[in-house]
């Protein structure tokens, strides 16, 4: 089989998945690349991506496959002393969605550091001081933005820049309330391209 034409999530155009390059999202699993705008579907709803892969012929799921293999590198600890910064800490509760972000930090030319929830991501804040946190804001035991206050509120520790990830609180409001409220330094949302994530270390670390 060589053509598995599908309508373009965000555009509507119909295109060949089986042309179409992979798109370059921190997602555990990422998605394909409409021609026509340019736009992968890791934002479409749940029902669209599951109406796609329902029907995607054998050839694309070993393509994917082989996408995931790739991404199964392992991510290299930190250097020890001086060299460890600029340092990241990614925090994020999604194992698969935290590994990628580790991994696409790294390639970017970062060292990276990684907690599981907010009550571990704010004790490896303390401890080794990095650069930029980079968290998710719906969390177990401690979600980002408690995280995020406390570390602004702390004398030792209110240096530290602070970026919340989500999926969920994506009304202005919410934005609003995390700069506001919870001191955050940035708010954006997922599923973030990877063209987002090096913005937004220049940004923040340079």
């Known amino acids: 089989m060589d053509d598995y034409t599908v309508n373009c999530a965000t555009c509507s155009n119909p295109f060949n998945a089986l042309e179409s390059a992979w798109c370059s999202c921190v997602v555990a699993s990422r998605s394909l690349i409409c021609p026509h705008c340019l736009r992968c579907f890791c934002k479409a709803p749940r029902p669209y991506k599951q109406a796609f892969w329902s029907r ?7 393509r994917r496959l082989a996408v995931l293999s790739e991404e199964t590198t392992p991510v290299q600890k930190p250097r020890s002393g001086n060299d460890l ?3 990241v800490l990614v925090v994020e509760d999604d194992p698969e969605v935290r590994r990628m972000a ?7 030319g970062y060292n990276v550091i990684m907690g599981r929830n907010g009550l571990e991501g704010l004790e490896l804040a303390k401890s080794f001081k990095p650069d930029l946190v980079i968290t998710d804001a719906l969390m177990p035991k401690m979600d980002g933005r408690e995280m995020a206050r406390r570390l602004k509120d702390d004398p030792e520790t209110r240096h530290i820049r602070v970026a919340v990830m989500t ?4 009304a202005a409001k919410y934005r609003v ?7 955050v330094d940035d708010y954006l949302l997922k599923p ?8 937004l270390l220049t940004r923040h670390i340079g």
Do not use: D, G, N
């Open 167 to 170: 999926s969920i609180y994506t």
């Open 102 to 108: 580790v991994m696409a930090v790294e390639r970017l």
């Open 177 to 183: 309330e995390a700069l506001k409220v919870f001191h």
């Open 192 to 199: 973030l391209e990877l063209s987002e994530l090096q913005a």
């Open 56 to 62: 995607a012929p054998q050839e694309l799921w070993k």
């Open 85 to 87: 910064h600029p340092l």
